[in-house]
């Protein structure tokens, strides 16, 4: 696939014209916030946007009717959310959120700061496309389904493998390696291009740019035993017993739009909050007195830390008023149909219908509701589609 146009995808420098007015992504390297930077978010959120913080599918961030963008960009610059202008669209990192704290065979998070001054310190990766995804996977899986251009999966304590357009390229390499390496292959993905945006849009794309780098450094091979790398909805939700006795409590955000109000107690609290690309949220090192505190306070206020909530099955597109393309106020209705009992769990049997009413679908499991055909922002892997049409809605189930 050859594109002749730029991407289109937004930053704070570079707004998205949206039918509901101007959208500001921001990009979270890692997913992490200090609470001072989650405080700036809120306030901003409520001074210069709708009030509410979206969290998109890449563990970024981003607000809607954006009022005064000059202003935005100053008060990020402050929070250390813009440090650059050149770079602030590519600095897309996925990190495993629970890494260091919960299980995984390493701490992938000391790599992100790395990994994003890296890409930040080089102009020529000031051209990689904006949807360019790095992910870094400390071996429990996690995020390295999730389908990035370049990536490393931890096989043990010392070493990764690096993944190329969501696969196992062969390559191993030592934890001081990865991010010297993933750099590389950004250049080589440059290299490569022909105007493509993502490297799988690359004609054998992963394996030109293993052969690039294998050519360009004769210390590495590219004969690791092949891993089998699949998306899964590994979502932390709840009560997570930290490997050094703290406690991390998982958050889901219904529809991943966070209201101001709940991010202000969360920074209240004074951790680290990590935003994960399940448009959930991890608050971290807090002791087992606090924890039950942040519990009884934000379950009240909407955040779901209950593993079987129907909350944790459904995401939907932006929609109407967003949308310009939409047919319906799709969160609207998922949101009724959520609040009806109408989303159930996995394991009943779903059949295709067509032209449904809103209020007659009824459907089970992982489900994605959609205001047109695009079905933006569908999460990776076994999903049911549920998809506004013309003559109303239309289930399309499983499909992978
Ligand atoms: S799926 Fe369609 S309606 Fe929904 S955000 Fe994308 S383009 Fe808009």
Same mark, same amino acid.
Not at 90 to 101: K, T
Not at 280 to 308: C, H, K, Y
């Given at each position: 696939?050859?594109?002749?146009?730029? +991407?289109?995808?937004?930053?704070?420098?570079?707004?998205?014209?949206?039918?509901?007015?101007?959208?500001?992504?921001?990009?979270?390297?890692?997913? @992490?916030?200090?609470?001072?930077?989650?405080?700036?978010?809120?306030?901003?959120? !409520?001074?210069?946007?709708?009030?509410?913080?979206?969290?998109?599918?890449?563990?970024?961030?981003?607000?809607?009717?954006?009022?005064?963008?000059?202003?935005? /960009?100053?008060?990020?610059?402050?929070?250390?959310?813009?440090?650059?202008?050149?770079?602030?669209?590519?600095?897309?990192?996925?990190?495993?959120?629970?890494?260091?704290?919960?299980?995984?065979?390493?701490?992938?998070?000391?790599?992100? =700061?790395?990994?994003?001054?890296?890409? %930040?310190?080089?102009?020529?990766?000031?051209?990689?496309?904006?949807?360019?995804?790095?992910?870094? *996977? +400390?071996?429990?899986?996690?995020?390295?389904?999730?389908?990035?251009?370049?990536?490393?999966?931890?096989?043990?304590?010392?070493?990764?493998?690096?993944?190329?357009?969501?696969?196992?390229?062969?390559?191993?390499?030592?934890?001081? &390696?990865? !991010?010297?390496?993933?750099?590389?292959?950004?250049?080589?993905?440059?290299?490569?291009?022909?105007? %493509?945006?993502?490297?799988?849009?690359?004609?054998?794309?992963?394996?030109?740019?293993?052969?690039?780098?294998?050519?360009?450094?004769?210390?590495?091979?590219?004969?690791? &035993? =092949?891993?089998?790398?699949? =998306? @899964?909805? +590994?979502?932390?939700?709840?009560?997570?017993?930290?490997?050094?006795?703290?406690?991390?409590?998982?958050?889901?955000?219904?529809? /991943?739009?966070?209201?101001?109000?709940?991010?202000?107690?969360?920074?209240? !609290?004074? @951790?680290?909050?990590?935003?994960?690309?399940?448009?959930?949220?991890?608050?971290?090192?807090? +002791?087992?007195?606090?924890? &039950?505190?942040?519990?009884?306070?934000?379950?009240?206020?909407?955040?779901?830390?209950?593993?079987?909530? =129907?909350?944790?099955?459904?995401?939907?597109?932006?929609?109407?008023? /967003?949308?310009?393309?939409?047919?319906?106020?799709?969160?609207?209705?998922?949101?009724?149909?959520?609040?009806?009992?109408?989303?159930?769990?996995? $394991?009943?049997?779903?059949?295709?219908?067509?032209?449904?009413?809103? *209020?007659?679908? !009824?459907?089970? $499991?992982?489900?994605?509701?959609?205001?047109?055909?695009?079905?933006?922002?569908?999460?990776?892997?076994?999903?049911?589609?549920?998809?506004?049409?013309? *003559?109303?809605? @239309?289930?399309?189930?499983?499909?992978?």
């Amino acid at each position: 696939m050859t594109r002749t146009d730029p +991407d289109s995808c937004p930053g704070v420098l570079r707004l998205h014209q949206a039918a509901d007015g101007p959208l500001a992504r921001i990009r979270v390297p890692g997913g @992490r916030l200090s609470p001072e930077q989650l405080q700036a978010l809120a306030a901003a959120a !409520v001074d210069l946007g709708d009030g509410n913080i979206e969290l998109t599918s890449r563990g970024n961030v981003q607000f809607r009717q954006v009022r005064d963008a000059a202003t935005l /960009g100053e008060r990020l610059t402050e929070a250390g959310l813009l440090p650059s202008a050149t770079h602030e669209r590519v600095r897309n990192i996925i990190a495993s959120p629970l890494s260091g704290r919960v299980g995984g065979w390493t701490d992938v998070h000391p790599l992100v =700061p790395a990994l994003d001054e890296g890409l %930040q310190a080089d102009p020529r990766l000031a051209e990689l496309p904006g949807r360019v995804l790095f992910t870094l *996977d +400390d071996g429990r899986g996690d995020v390295s389904g999730l389908g990035g251009d370049i990536g490393v999966h931890a096989i043990d304590e010392n070493t990764y493998a690096l993944l190329l357009a969501g696969k196992d390229s062969g390559i191993r390499i030592s934890p001081s &390696e990865a !991010v010297d390496l993933m750099l590389a292959a950004a250049h080589g993905f440059l290299e490569l291009r022909d105007g %493509q945006w993502r490297l799988h849009e690359v004609p054998d794309g992963s394996a030109q740019l293993t052969e690039h780098l294998l050519t360009s450094r004769s210390d590495l091979t590219a004969d690791g &035993e =092949p891993l089998e790398l699949a =998306p @899964r909805q +590994d979502i932390p939700i709840g009560w997570l017993n930290q490997d050094d006795g703290n406690v991390a409590l998982g958050a889901g955000v219904r529809l /991943g739009s966070l209201p101001a109000r709940t991010a202000e107690f969360l920074a209240a !609290v004074e @951790r680290p909050l990590f935003v994960t690309p399940w448009r959930s949220v991890v608050l971290t090192d807090l +002791d087992e007195w606090t924890a &039950e505190q942040v519990v009884r306070v934000l379950a009240p206020m909407g955040l779901i830390f209950d593993a079987n909530s =129907p909350w944790l099955l459904v995401s939907a597109c932006a929609g109407r008023p /967003g949308c310009a393309k939409s047919l319906t106020d799709v969160r609207a209705d998922v949101t009724t149909a959520v609040d009806s009992g109408r989303v159930i769990p996995t $394991g009943a049997p779903q059949f295709p219908r067509e032209a449904l009413d809103a *209020d007659d679908i !009824v459907a089970a $499991g992982r489900q994605h509701w959609s205001g047109c055909e695009r079905r933006c922002g569908r999460p990776k892997g076994h999903v049911t589609d549920i998809i506004a049409t013309p *003559d109303g809605y @239309r289930i399309d189930p499983g499909a992978a």
